[in-house]
């Protein structure tokens, strides 16, 4: 009966995840970023629309009170239409907090765009950008209402037009007072066959290209699906990583032997042990031919992983590929560079601690603010670590030239999001963002490439993200220390 439930619960974990219908960061489209306009400090949010063309809500909340005023504008990531921004607007202040300001954006096309953002204040002008992935994640059925009221509509339209030609035919060409005869009544019926003929066509027609606008967006729809991530094992060790979709559309457009460096790689391979999350490994795969990715894995026990693989795309655009592998025990040695990994318990046995213990006797500490967890909500994760002596530790280091990687899993595997301390967007893409800001490094993020050296860091990290929906989560907290990558492990219920 145990081996049922648990192989029950696989089950319904992988059905629940073959459905996300999300791309980068599965299940979590939204935009969280900190970063400096300037002399300003912003915390922004970009709320992605359902549909595309759609609205999106822009949230900017400025650290200092002497921003007197912010615009935004949506544009392109790269190529045409990304370096002459239209007139922006202005996102209105908050009546309650003057460092809260809100807007909203017409996102008119899918793919990767920007949102520029200009703070002007007490110390002059400010710029920066922040990248956003662009796309429809779903159709929405017009309502039986709406529907009944536009047949009616079209019905009574129909009809009028075609009782109009036929009064015109029939008494068009008669003298005032005159009835109308044979003649006229028979070219009245005449006319009546062939407006009905053609109105039906014009209903057919109608009809045909709304269907073709829906089979299109609806293809849309699909193409920003995340693609799956097909693995082999090859020669007892080394995990070979193939993306496909079942949009044809995607395997033309979608080059993955043109993918771009995000943080110094050009694949953050995630495996996560099923059922119980009790175990992960961050990895990174090199490109060999055919746009494939492999990697030597390193000591891994036999299990079912879940895949999750983060690339970025030569436009800007992010992509995570999403699969399952089942794995032999890996002899093959020990983590490699960039690579970490992690051991623990499952998934819910810590819901409750704000303290990880470390392998070497330190600790990380969340220093979670007091009240519940809520869903669709922005929020700063700050997490310290304490030595062994209980002091702030002296010995961070910048882990992929920052200083620190977070990844958000839902425990149905629905949510996935690797988060850096800029905030959910990718390096790669923010640098292309902050490039268009004609060489203005004023506006580098918090946490980006720039990190200071060893031994001058501070002791604490944090991460701007806010939960998409409720349920519970694991979120793995990567540091470096000392040239070791460490793991700290927090489980969270969101209301």
């Known amino acids: 009966m145990k081996e049922f439930k648990r192989r029950l619960t696989l089950l319904l974990i992988l059905f629940v995840a073959a459905a996300i219908p ?51 504008v949506p544009l392109r990531l790269s190529g045409p239409g990304s370096t002459y921004p239209p007139t922006p607007d202005f996102a209105v202040r ?18 990767a765009l920007q949102v520029r953002i200009t703070v002007d204040g007490a110390k002059g002008k ?54 109308p005869g044979p003649a006229s009544a028979r070219r009245a019926k005449i006319a009546i066959a062939v407006t009905i003929i053609l109105v039906a066509g014009l209903i057919y027609l109608g009809k045909a290209w709304w269907g073709a606008e829906d089979a299109n967006y609806k293809n849309r729809v699909a193409f920003y699906k995340p693609p799956t991530a097909e693995t082999t094992l090859e020669n007892g060790n080394r995990l070979v990583i193939r993306a ?7 395997s ?51 299990g079912h992983y879940e895949v999750f693989a983060d690339v970025v795309d030569a436009r800007g655009f ?24 992690w051991s623990g318990d499952t998934i819910g046995s810590r819901q409750h601690q704000l303290v990880s213990q470390l392998p070497d006797g330190s600790r990380m500490i969340w220093e979670r603010a007091a009240g519940p967890l809520k869903a669709n909500t922005a929020m700063d994760f700050k997490f310290s670590v304490q030595g062994k002596d209980g002091k702030p530790a002296q010995d961070l280091e910048p882990y992929m030239g920052m200083a620190g990687h977070a990844e958000f899993v839902r425990s149905d595997l629905s949510v996935f999001a690797h988060v850096h301390p800029a905030g959910s967007v990718p390096m790669a893409s923010l640098e292309m963002a902050q490039a268009g800001l004609l060489g203005n490094m004023s506006s580098m993020p918090s ?35 000392a040239g070791q990558v460490e793991t700290g492990v927090f489980d969270a219920h969101v209301q």
Not at 318 to 341: E, F, H, K, M, Y
Request: aromatic fraction near 8%; charged fraction near 15%.
């Open 22 to 72: 999300a791309l980068a960061h599965v299940g979590s489209p939204d935009v969280y970023y900190e970063g400096d306009a300037g002399p300003y400090h912003l915390f922004v949010t970009v709320r992605i629309p359902q549909v595309v063309p759609g609205v999106a809500e822009i949230e900017v909340r400025c650290q200092s009170g002497d921003v007197s005023a912010v615009q935004i």
């Open 252 to 302: 033309a457009k979608i080059n993955m032997g043109e993918v771009i460096p995000d943080h110094n790689h050009l694949m953050h391979l995630f495996l996560i042990e099923l059922p119980g999350m009790s175990r992960m490994w961050h990895l990174h795969p090199t490109l060999s031919e055919g746009g494939a990715f492999a990697d030597d894995l390193p000591d891994m026990p036999a």
């Open 126 to 179: 400010g710029e920066l950008s922040v990248p956003v992935a662009s796309f429809a994640q779903r159709t929405y059925p017009m309502q039986k209402p709406l529907a009944g009221m536009m047949i009616v509509l079209m019905l009574i339209l129909g009809i009028g037009v075609i009782s109009i030609v036929g009064a015109g035919a029939r008494e068009a060409s008669l003298e005032r007072g005159e009835t």
């Open 447 to 481: 946490g980006m490439a720039m990190a200071p050296t060893r031994g001058t860091m501070p002791a604490q990290v944090s991460f701007p993200y806010g939960f998409p929906k409720p349920g519970d989560y694991r979120i793995f907290v990567q540091v470096k220390r």
């Open 94 to 111: 908050s009546k309650d907090d003057p460092q809260f300001f809100t807007g909203s954006l017409w996102l008119m096309e899918s793919g």
């Open 244 to 250: 496909k979709s079942e949009n044809p559309t995607w």
């Open 318 to 341: 992010p992509w995570t590929l999403v699969g399952t592998v089942d794995l032999p025990q890996i002899n093959s040695g020990a983590l490699r560079g960039d690579d970490s990994s």
